[in-house]
């Protein structure tokens, strides 16, 4: 039982029975061309180079990434004389898993791939 709310849906369903013969008519060719997965993914081309908030963004990450590389590389080679040798490690290890983090990141500005069926 329809409550007034359908009333809407049903007049424009009613609409496209009457005057449009129950579809909407297309002019041309309605099938779309097969994309490759590089056309579909994209993000470079399609949004990142043309958004001026992104590429200030994307500019910021690959700076953060290349200070915690060089944090890495200088916790690695001065600190052992301040701290352990295994906090040197740790701390290192820890800079550099962040550089590779962004490194991650910095990567879906150029290219996202996603799928709906693994979306849990």
Do not use: Q
């Amino acid at each position: 039982m329809p409550c007034s709310t359908d009333r809407g849906v049903m007049n424009f369903r009613n609409w496209m029975g009457k005057f449009a013969g129950g579809h909407i008519p297309f002019r041309g060719d309605t099938t779309m061309p097969a994309k490759n997965n590089d056309v579909v993914f994209d993000v470079w081309n399609s949004h990142t180079k043309h958004c001026s908030y992104c590429l200030a963004a994307l500019k910021r990450l690959k700076m953060a990434r290349k200070l915690t590389f060089l944090t890495a590389a200088l916790i690695a080679t001065i600190r052992p004389k301040f701290l352990s040798v295994v906090g040197s490690v740790m701390s290192s290890l820890g800079f550099a898993g962040a550089g590779f983090g962004l490194s991650k990141l910095i990567g879906m500005f150029y290219k996202y791939e996603f799928s709906h069926a693994d979306n849990h």
